[in-house]
């Protein structure tokens, strides 16, 4: 399913500023287009740069990584219950906390980029194996209505958006 292709029920305001950001590709390739770009620009970063803040309260790129990776697990565990009918309303989840409490900064880049393509892979395995009935599928979280297919579009469009500030802030 394109991001073109999805009613706009599926997602509500900051959900759409995501979407807006994939291109009109299907989501196996939108999945696959966005790790590249993410993989490229942290593999082109220097190394001092990926414990850079450009304010005090803002994430390192390390922190930024692993905050995407956390994201994505979230978002699949989303998508996998609402896909298998869980009609239970998930909670959200508080990023700044996660953020803090990751100890991202101590880890190496490498090990970072290792961890967020294993998940790449494995939200690559998840939505392969949904059946186009199950991508239409619906849930509730964090008080918003969103479908299985918008949640791993919404994946690419997070990490672009990231993206998008590290190339401005960052870089």
């Known amino acids: 399913m ?3 292709h999805l009613p706009t029920s599926d997602f509500e305001h900051y959900l759409k500023n995501y979407l807006q950001k994939v291109p009109d590709l299907r989501l196996l390739e ?10 490229n620009l942290y593999q082109e970063m220097a190394p001092e740069k990926t414990l850079y803040r450009y304010a005090d309260d803002k994430w390192t790129p390390k922190e930024m990584l692993l905050h995407l990776i956390d994201s994505e697990r979230i978002f699949c565990t989303r ?8 009609k239970t309303v998930l909670s959200g989840y508080d990023h ?3 953020v803090k409490e990751s100890q991202a900064n101590e880890r190496d880049l490498s090990s970072l980029l290792e961890e967020y393509n294993a998940q790449r892979q494995s939200s690559i395995f998840l939505f392969k194996s949904l059946s186009k009935e199950m991508l239409q599928r619906k849930g509730n979280a964090n ?3 969103v479908s299985v297919a918008a949640l791993g579009l919404i994946i ?8 998008q500030i590290l190339e401005e802030r960052y870089l």
């Not at 939108?30 to 993989?39: A, F, G, N, Y």
């Not at 690419?156 to 993206?163: A, C, T």
């Open 2 to 4: 394109k991001v073109a």
């Open 30 to 39: 939108s999945l696959e287009h966005s790790r590249k770009i993410l993989v």
């Open 79 to 86: 998508a996998l219950r609402f896909a298998r009918k869980d």
């Open 96 to 98: 700044e906390t996660f």
């Open 143 to 145: 008080g918003l209505v």
């Open 156 to 163: 690419s469009g997070h990490e672009l958006h990231h993206v």
